[in-house]
């Protein structure tokens, strides 16, 4: 049984973007499979935190403290870089409120999960990349009503104790007690268990996303690309910028790799579940296609940013030895003959 779960699992792992299409396409063409999961999306998120708490150690909570600068680089960056984007991108666009909220909503979440696999594709710091993760999230429930009350507010009236306290049992809550059964389990059997987590999360990112088309499909193909390009120019010029300003910033290459992913990645899940919580429907269309768009570029990413640096390295120069002279050499051969 385990052999069949670990083998469906490595399936899952590799082609999640695929099956994060297929499942787009189910939820328009057949809504009623995926309606019963709108009124559960808290609860499936809880379930994916509880997951991810499950797979944390003490040493990614130790390299906040080691190593502060960059996390804190990291952390800044997310926060300030996505949602200035998401706003500069709604008002460039002129985009309607509903959509204007979920662009901002979707800018001001924490770090999405899938970076660190990326981060590890992409040959970049992985422990920097899980610390940043899960900085980005404990510090949700402060920045992301924050940010939503500051830049959304002119479109939607925000409760910021309310959404703090909703991100609060969503993510804090699940975390710990995921922490906590790790402590308790132990290493041996949290290891046998990773095969299942990765299922159940992958299950309950894919039928949240499903929920949403199943509601807003119609929407989103009145929308067509303007919708898919605006989160696309997100996303991507997230990265960008995020890869210039760590740059500057005079962070390592395999740090500045993780950072970049850290940046442009997002947890789209988290804002579909706020949605149902606190605005209309058609609110989380830019998280849902999001978690679409977020997969394929997460995807090539990670094999380009290494190419990239090796482009952008520059070359050692090659020292010229100096030709050597023969004209000791020939004395030596004329006492010889």
């Keep these: 049984m385990m052999d069949f779960i670990g083998k469906l699992s490595g399936f899952v792992g590799k082609n999640l973007t695929y099956i994060v299409f297929l499942v787009v396409i189910w939820a328009y063409f057949m809504p009623n499979a995926f309606l019963w999961a709108v009124p559960h999306t808290v609860l499936l998120l809880g379930v994916i935190m509880f997951g991810m708490g499950m797979t944390l150690h003490a040493r990614d909570f130790k390299l906040i403290v080691q190593r502060p600068k960059e996390v804190l680089i990291g952390c800044t960056a997310h926060y300030t870089i996505m949602p200035l984007l998401a706003y500069a991108l709604v008002l460039a666009f002129e985009m309607p409120p509903e959509i204007a909220v979920g662009m901002i909503l ?3 979440c924490p770090s999405g999960t899938a970076s660190n696999v990326m981060g590890f594709l992409a040959k970049a710091d992985v422990p920097l990349s899980v610390s940043i993760t899960t900085c980005s999230t404990l510090l ?4 992301m009503p924050f940010i939503v ?3 959304a507010g002119q479109w939607v ?7 703090a306290m909703t991100v609060m049992k969503v993510i804090l809550v699940p975390l710990i007690l995921g922490l906590l059964t790790h402590r308790l389990m132990g290493e041996k059997h949290i290891a046998s268990l990773s095969k299942v987590l990765v299922l159940v999360s992958a299950f309950g990112v894919l039928v949240i996303v499903g929920g949403v088309i199943a509601i807003n499909g119609a929407k989103i193909l009145d929308m067509g690309i303007f919708i898919i390009l605006m989160v696309l120019l997100h ?4 990265f960008l910028i995020g ?3 760590t740059g500057k910033l005079g962070l390592g290459k395999k740090q500045q790799h993780s950072v970049t992913l850290e940046v442009g990645m997002q947890n789209d899940a988290l804002a579909i579940s706020l949605v149902s919580v606190f605005f209309a429907p058609a609110v989380a269309i830019p998280a849902a296609v999001g978690a679409a768009i977020h997969q394929v570029t997460g995807s090539i990413l990670p094999a380009s940013l290494p190419a990239t640096w090796m482009l952008m390295k520059p070359k050692k120069k090659r020292r010229l030895r100096p030709k050597r002279s023969w004209k000791p050499y020939r004395a030596v051969i004329e006492v010889i003959e």
């Design 149 to 151: 009350w500051g830049l």
């Design 157 to 163: 009236e925000v409760s910021f104790m309310a959404m």
């Design 140 to 143: 949700a429930p402060i920045m």
């Design 243 to 245: 890869y210039f300003v």
């Design 106 to 108: 979707l800018g001001s």
């Design 235 to 238: 996303n991507l010029g997230g």
